[in-house]
């Protein structure tokens, strides 16, 4: 069954239907711009974000293709990027407002590993984007891998859809997506071990313990694009780790644009969000760009890692 046909067999919102189809219709330019571009879109733009990182080509490039399209959409208010400062406001006075990370994992470009697309659905309250992750209406990614997948959740379940590169189609391919409650793989960047705090690092070597039978119990896998790895994570079982570290005090992901839709698609998917305090959804940010640190994933990996912390 292809997206379409899918969205008319539900019962959604239809604002939010047409978002889902935007979403669709921006992610095929950017997968188009990944795998059949004949301009040059590797390497950095030369210019730096808010955030003082580094901008590459494809983040400016996916940017626009999104802010295009949602601009057009007679059901978004107003759009918050990683990549803009300030909050884009759109002529429509539409009941939603749409935060988004457009090209996530963007050092990965360069190097042929994958990157994704990220979205979170507010409706358009007085609270604007500043509404705890919990208030979300609809979340999505796109991950741009060895196929192109659409995931997200609405009502509470989680679907995913693969692109048919021939038609240029997404197809329901994974329904009613679970998060196994346990799992084995754990993904944080060990770059930073000695700046971790005692609780994770006392999490990560019980990670590494060995088994009776001398085999290890667990496997270590980062790829270094939050959707890639989550999206392992949803469905193979495992837990995402993104701590404060000495030089990031508030970690590194942005609370509102990659932990809340990450978090809410996990929640829908019966698995479990931390930014190793509270429930990252029971967040009310203060900024529309602020950090958190996140950890998401197996319900019993995230306990665990807590345990420690108790
Ligand atoms: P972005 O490309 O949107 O800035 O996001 C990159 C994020 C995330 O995808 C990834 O998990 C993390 O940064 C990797 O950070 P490190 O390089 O510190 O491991
Ligand atoms: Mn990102
Ligand atoms: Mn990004």
Redesign the pocket.
Known sequence: MNLSNFLNSQNYNPGLKEIILDIQAGSIQVYQQLNEAEQDIFGSSGQKNVQD?DVQKLDLLANDIFIRIFRKNMHIHSILS?ENERILTCDNDGAYIIAM?P?????NIDVNIPVGSIFSILKNTPEGFLQKGSQQQLACYVIYGTATMMVFALNKSVFGFTLNTKTKEYNLTHSNIRIPVNGNIFSI?EGNFNSLETPVKQFLDYCKQLGSDKKRTHTGRFI???VA?FHRNMLKGGIFI?PKTADKPHG??RLIYECNPIAFIAKNANGESTNLNTSILDVKPVKIHERSPFVVGSKNMVARLLEFYH
């Open positions: 990182e990683e990370d090209l996530d994992g963007s050092s960047n270094g694009s939050l790895d993104y590194q992901l």
